[in-house]
């Protein structure tokens, strides 16, 4: 990869929560408009690395450079603020809430018509600019209005997505989500993450199981015991060998 073509660079990055080492070092890089799979067991320091790269935790070692620039992610808000968008998993979307007010959350001034006292949400901005964002990822809704409740699992993490990168996103991070779908709920997500990549925007889908990831996968990064053990385009990726990879077992080649 040309280095234009590089959105993240991760850089030897490190984590350490007293005695435990989560992310001893990693190093990887996210090419623009590609899905990155970031495989790893449990414990391999998934959840972690998703912390070092939205800016909940900041690493004790190693660098992350951005668009050919070193940062640091001090906050949420400004790994938002530079254009990453993270979906931690389960926390998504707030139930009690309709479809279009979650895509809103946090960002109501995008919505509001009026002035000083006057100022409402313009409810039928918000569900047609909801309605847009959603059918441009591939997926039809029977009303913005609805709650999220009303959808399943998989139009759920659709949605979720969608709301996700409605805001100018450049990188998407997935922690698993595809984990507790059926298989045509799987495929309705897989859809959305194509769609958001042929839009320029980059995915890192993190997982334990190469076959959740395998369909829309460019990228493929393999985690154990908080180190970055293998990376490689998908098409060198042989499924056995990658599960061989996450589990920790012999390479199966040797
Ligand atoms: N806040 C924390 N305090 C102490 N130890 C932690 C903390 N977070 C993670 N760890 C430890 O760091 C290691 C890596 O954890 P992490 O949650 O990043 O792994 P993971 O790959 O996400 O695992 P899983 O698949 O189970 O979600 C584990 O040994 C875990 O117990
Ligand atoms: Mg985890």
């Not at 929560?17 to 992310?23: M, P």
């Not at 109501?108 to 964002?133: I, S």
């Not at 959603?134 to 993490?157: I, N, W, Y």
Request: with cysteine.
């Amino acid at each position: 990869m040309n280095s234009s073509e590089i959105l993240l660079d991760v850089k030897n990055v490190a984590k350490s929560y007293g005695h435990v080492e989560a992310v001893k070092d990693v190093s990887f890089r996210v090419g623009k408009g590609r899905v990155v799979a970031l495989l790893g067991d449990n414990g391999a320091g998934k959840s972690t690395l998703i912390s070092l790269l939205s800016g909940v935790v900041k690493p004790d070692k190693g660098s992350l450079i951005w668009e050919g620039s070193p940062i640091t992610l001090s906050s949420p808000q400004e790994a938002q603020a530079i254009g990453v968008a993270t979906l931690f998993q389960n926390l998504a979307l707030v139930d009690e809430l309709s479809i279009a007010r979650n895509m809103f959350l946090g960002r109501e001034d995008a919505v509001t018509k009026g002035w000083g006292p006057f100022k409402r949400l313009d409810q039928k901005k918000l569900r047609q600019e909801t309605e847009k964002a959603v059918a441009a990822m591939g997926l039809r809704l029977r009303s913005a209005d609805d709650r999220v409740t009303a959808l399943s699992g998989g139009q759920r993490q659709s949605v979720a997505i969608s709301c996700a990168i409605h805001f100018s996103a450049k990188l998407l991070i997935l922690d698993e989500p595809t984990a507790a779908l059926s298989i045509r709920q799987q495929e309705q997500v897989l859809e959305t993450i194509r769609n958001v990549r042929d839009r320029g925007v980059s995915v890192i889908f993190i997982t334990h199981n190469i076959h959740h990831v395998k369909p829309v996968a460019d990228d493929i990064v393999v985690l154990r015991g908080g180190k970055s053990i293998a990376n490689f385009p998908i098409g060198e990726a042989d499924p056995e060998h990658v599960s061989a990879l996450i589990r920790g077992n012999e390479d199966p080649r040797h």
